[in-house]
């Protein structure tokens, strides 16, 4: 982890940065200016849910309700936090 | 992986034009020495798509996965329609990009772009010095570009700077960077002159030493370390100085698609170069049968219609065997390795160009910039000398 996550905390999509579901592709994607990342299930599932409004703790909550087969989902869903935050594709609100 | 057919047959593609660039017109105020627009580009000036066909053109590539547009040209400011073009662009959902020079920019344009949903506007800039702006398009635009950066930076747009580097600026790299960061620029592209159309003509005037490439990348290097994420720096590697050549666009109809002034529709910038080939146009069938089923789309997806030494090569899905225009622009034959390949037998065309540019008085001829009248001259087979420099003979 290179970020310090905490469940308290409430990010956003970053200014001038785009996510949304593509039809076509069928997978959720982050648009900005010169790139484009395609996101994978799992991430995608994350960032639907980072909305300027749930905190990290929330989001865990929210996903560990959705998929509660997944063993330690919390560890998959910080780590997506980490990779997003390195990214620069959040901003944190609080 | 698009199945091979040498575009005889239909083909089955599963790639998607995930870039469009829309080239709204060849018209422009600027006249720089380096643009990669065609050297006949006088010819399409005449036949612009209208209004509705690029709407169309818009609403199909979406259909076909579209998601990044480009809006660019010529300038395309010098539409009055760009504003429709930007609200039809939000209404589908891209993230549109508007690619300009700056000239034509006003208050009450952008006001009207912020509102109708463009998300970013890429600028230009040429150098630090207002000389060398000037020289390089030819126009008196210096204060302008500085201007139009801060009403950029006002109306809440992320910052583009995209700078064309040759060796006119190549020595005011670290200035550039000191005046990106100054006007609060958020991403900086160092876009070494890659040499098609004017620039190709250009070439020996426009042509940097090895030892200033080098020089300029550790200072990029350097520079990017002190700013971190606050500014994004993007720095491209000239492919003359590289040991193997790019995947050209990611492959040739892999993820990008051009429509151009007059409608052709293209995989890469400066493909009409290329012979005995004929481009869609959304005139005809549209442009779901142009990336699918066009012969030309065809043509060079997969790997089947390369030659030695690309055919076996072990490396051959790293770069596709390069550029299909520079193979033709320098070695006559459209399907050859790209000489800048190290492997390529034609690669001593590189190797003297590199050479020529360590003595670049010897070598330099008077720039052609890129204006009508020149262009006018090109097509009617004047200038021949210059472009025919860079054509092996078949």
Redesign the interface.
Known sequence: MQNTIQHTDIYAIA??H?F?W?E??QCY?I????G?VKLNGGAGEVLKLVDGQRSVGEVVASLQATFPDVPDIEKDILAMFDLALGK?WLRKLN | MAQQNNGVAANVTHTQPLWLLAEVTYRCPLHCAFCYNPTDYDKHTQNELSTEQWIQALRDARKLGALQLGISGGEPLLRDDIEDIVVEAKKLGYYSNLITSGVGLTEKRIQAFKEGGLDHIQLSMHDITEEINNFITNTRTFELKKKVAAMIKNHGYPMVLNVVIHRYNIGHIKEILEMAEALGADYVELANTQYYGWSLVNRSQLMPSKEQIDHAEKITNEFRAKVGNKMKIFFVVPDYFAERPKKCMNGWGEVFMIVTANGDVLPCHSARVLPNMQFPNVRDKGLEWAWKDSPAFNKYRGDSWMKAPCRTCPEKDNDLAGCRCQAFLLTGDAESADPVCSLSPNHHIIEKAIEDAKNPQLQAQPIVFRTDKNSKKIIAGELQERVADFHALP
């Open positions: 200014l001038h785009r949304q593509e076509a592709q994607v648009l900005f200016p010169e484009m620069a």
